[in-house]
């Protein structure tokens, strides 16, 4: 091929033409090959997804099937006999005790009177070992009575023992229902406007939730099967907020209440909320960020600032001693 056929006219046209026609057959092309691309990647998502919601819900009917079984369960013989026999249900216990371990997730009649064995025995047991280092570990010309009284102060700390792990089960359990909420709220929202009864609603969201929060799937499963056989929904909503005991689920309830009390619409009492609730967890994001700055002053006091202050006067110092410390 010489320079003058490629500088031809007729040779560039050409040229120009298989570019154009197999531009055309790549535009044309391309899209039926990336479509199918894509269907195939989402099927794989979808089955991935089906296969991870099956996981998750075994997990949740397992953790379910547990809190059943410890419905049924009953406190051991000893135990029930030594707490009743001690009368320790009047003296360290009243209806707010049973009402924070629901709270804590402990239901039943056993978790009660394992909280009140734990709170006689344990200071016994505290005592014991306390006993064992002061007259075994620490130096003998302690006296002997101080070592005594430092065991009963530490033997009293055990008595609180009890009450703050029962305080922090709530903590945490009422934070993880706090945080699914308005997710669970918008789920519910969903499922009502499609046509859903409150009931199948409430068991499609336990269903759901459970990835994000099992305590929340656990009480609104609860609270489907009260809602079936309780006479009144009232009395089931009002245990629900209870048992959370989280300020958010407490004002859904209450309107639902009131949806059903005065035949309003229960999908509009819910949107309001849950725009509400979504507001909230929004507020506390924000005032968790705006509570790091003092947080960071003390750690930033303390191991940046004598880093920093060294880092600076160290080269300093260095030549103030070379020069005066030179003869």
């Keep these: ?36 691309t894509l ?33 049924r369960n009953q406190p051991k013989a000893k135990m029930k006999s030594f707490v009743d026999r001690l009368n320790l249900k009047e003296m360290l216990s009243d209806e707010t005790t049973t009402d ?51 065991c009963i102060a530490i033997a009293g700390v055990g008595a609180f023992l009890p009450n703050v792990y029962l305080k922090n ?3 945490k ?8 909420w308005p997710d669970a709220l918008d789920l519910m929202l969903i499922c009502v406007e499609s046509g859903m009864a409150i009931e199948g609603a409430f068991q499609r969201v336990a269903e ?19 809602l079936s056989y309780l006479s009144e929904r009232r009395v089931a909503y009002e245990n629900l907020a209870k048992r959370t005991g989280v300020d958010g689920v407490k004002n859904v309830m209450m309107a639902l209440i009131q949806a059903e009390r005065y035949g309003t619409p229960v999908g509009s009492a819910i949107r309001t909320m849950a ?15 705006a509570s790091l ?17 060294f880092i600076i006067m160290g080269p300093a110092v260095m030549q103030v001693l070379e020069e005066f410390g030179s003869p």
Aim: hydrophobic share 50%; glycine share 2%; charged share 20%.
């Design 173 to 180: 359990r009422k934070l993880t229902i706090q945080r699914a």
């Design 1 to 36: 091929m010489t320079l003058e056929t490629i500088a031809s006219t007729q040779f560039l046209a050409a040229v120009l033409a298989m570019v154009a026609v197999s531009g055309t057959i790549f535009s044309l092309v391309m899209p039926l090959l990336s479509n199918n």
């Design 169 to 171: 089960k709530i903590d």
């Design 39 to 71: 269907k195939t990647r989402m099927k794989s998502v979808a089955l991935e997804r089906d296969k991870l919601r099956a996981r998750e819900r075994a997990r949740l009917l397992e953790h379910q099937a547990d809190a059943r079984a410890s419905l």
């Design 208 to 226: 759901e939730i459970g990835v994000q929060s099992v305590e929340l799937a656990e009480e609104l499963s609860l609270t489907t099967a009260e």
């Design 100 to 150: 924070r371990l629901r709270m804590a997730g402990y239901r039943g009649s056993a978790p009660l009177y394992y909280f009140l064995t734990a709170r006689i025995a344990l200071p016994g047991v505290i005592f014991v070992f306390a006993i064992t280092y002061a007259f075994l570990v620490l130096p003998a010309t302690l006296p002997a009575l101080s070592k005594i009284c430092f």
């Design 275 to 289: 725009d509400d609730t979504r507001e909230l967890r929004m507020q506390m994001a924000e005032q968790k960020a």
């Design 293 to 309: 700055p003092p947080k960071l002053t003390v750690p930033m006091i303390l191991f940046f600032l004598p880093v920093l202050f």
